[in-house]
């Protein structure tokens, strides 16, 4: 099982399979953190595949996600990426929605059919539960418990990296559209960064001892220790890549939400990537960085230097990404295989031990893929 058939990257139908056994199967998907609507009456719209979500912070305090699509006609109710409200109104009819999704009028309601009862068209809400401010939602009908679907490996590396309780300050957002299935951009590997980023090298920066484990549900952790880059003379201010944080035995973590979300502390960056499927050729991600609450200026001006200048489509250790995303989408138009070598030690199980840098943490991944589709292994492989 090191070995995924290039035909899955990139199939129009497929994706659509996928949509529906996936995205709105029996998942949880990450779309977004409390700390992006932290004011009564902020929203933030967001799409699970292509299902319109609207999450808005209510009166009561209370974060909530609803289908946005107004009760009335099915327009789409907001189509700002965010903002604040003091309720939602729909254009076309002008039916307005309170912040916490109740309909509160609805003109020349009079003539309505009989059996019109105001109190029934509120916005729909998604089924939605949060872990430290994170918000999951799932359409699907069995999804199980956050907890359980999560996996207990995931909780410890997940609530570190969520700055221990969660609390934290959106910073700002970088955008991209990379030109890959979801597949192709999730298959991301700890291989793959100091060899593809010339990042790494230039800089003079080794990564520590760590470790890389599977949870359940095709989920993933990482962490590592944070060895100081020595500075080379390459940075003008080395103070960019400094370490301000307390814990360097913890200084890089990774967190990966099957199936798209992505997750990272690293130095003194919270960066949560936000991920919408688009198409069989598309994947939206929205890099969110963030910061603690607590944090003094310094600390939060440093945070911002260092993400934007570090990670993300033009970051100094990433940038090399939405190339290699694309690359991987045409190259795997030919027949064959794809290959995972990297800490493959049985061709019939999932690796129990993983290095660090192995790419075997994928396969976890991909064998809850198969599960999820249906699909048969082919020669034990
Ligand atoms: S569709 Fe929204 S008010 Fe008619
Ligand atoms: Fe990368």
């Known amino acids: 099982m090191n070995q995924i058939p290039k035909e ?12 529906e056994n996936i995205f709105y199967g029996d998942c949880w998907h990450v779309v977004g953190h409390v700390a992006e609507v932290p004011n009564v009456g ?33 327009n789409q109710v907001e189509v700002s990426a965010s903002g604040n409200r003091k309720e939602f109104e729909c254009p076309y009819h002008r039916w307005l929605f309170s912040l916490e999704g109740a309909l509160t009028a609805c003109p020349g309601s009079k003539e309505f059919a009989p059996d019109f009862k105001q109190e029934n068209f509120g916005l729909l809400e998604v089924k939605s539960a949060q872990f430290l401010g994170l ?7 069995n999804t199980p418990p956050l907890a359980e679907w999560m996996g207990e ?13 969660g609390r934290l300050k959106l910073l700002g ?14 298959d991301n590997d700890g291989y793959h960064a100091p060899m593809l980023h010339a990042g790494f090298r230039m800089l003079n920066w080794q990564g520590g001892k760590g470790f890389q484990r599977m949870a359940a549900n095709g989920n993933l952790v990482f962490e590592a220790e944070l060895k100081p880059a020595q500075d080379n003379g390459f940075l003008k201010d080395p ?21 798209t979300t992505v997750m990272v502390k690293h130095l003194d960056m919270i960066n949560l990537r936000f991920a919408i499927a688009r198409s069989e050729e598309e994947t939206e991600v929205h890099y969110a960085y963030f910061a603690h609450e607590d944090d003094d200026e310094e600390l939060l001006q440093h945070r911002i230097r260092q993400s934007s200048n570090l990670l993300g489509p033009c970051g100094m250790i990433s940038m090399e990404d939405a190339a290699i995303f694309r690359r991987i989408f045409i190259g795997n138009k030919t027949p064959g295989v794809a290959e ?42």
């Not at 918000?135 to 009908?141: H, P």
């Open 8 to 19: 899955v990257f990139g199939d129009k139908d497929l994706f659509e399979k996928e949509l």
């Open 239 to 259: 103070s960019l890549i400094a370490f301000k944080g307390s814990d360097p035995a913890r200084g890089s973590m990774i967190v990966q939400l099957y199936p």
């Open 135 to 141: 918000i999951l939602v799932t359409m699907g009908k």
């Open 42 to 74: 902020d929203f933030k719209t967001f799409d699970l595949g292509r299902v319109p979500l609207l999450i808005s912070r209510g009166k009561d305090g209370q974060v909530r996600v609803f289908y946005n699509s107004c009760t009335h006609r099915g």
């Open 153 to 165: 490996e995931v909780t410890s590396t997940l609530s570190a990296l969520l700055g221990g309780d």
């Open 340 to 381: 995972f070598q990297k800490g493959v030690t049985s061709f019939t199980e999932l690796p129990a031990d993983l290095k660090q840098n192995d790419e075997t943490g994928n396969l976890g991944r991909w064998e809850h893929y198969r599960k999820l589709m249906g699909f048969k292994r082919e020669g034990g492989k």
């Open 173 to 186: 957002y970088q955008k991209v559209s990379y030109n890959v299935d979801w597949k192709g951009y999730n």
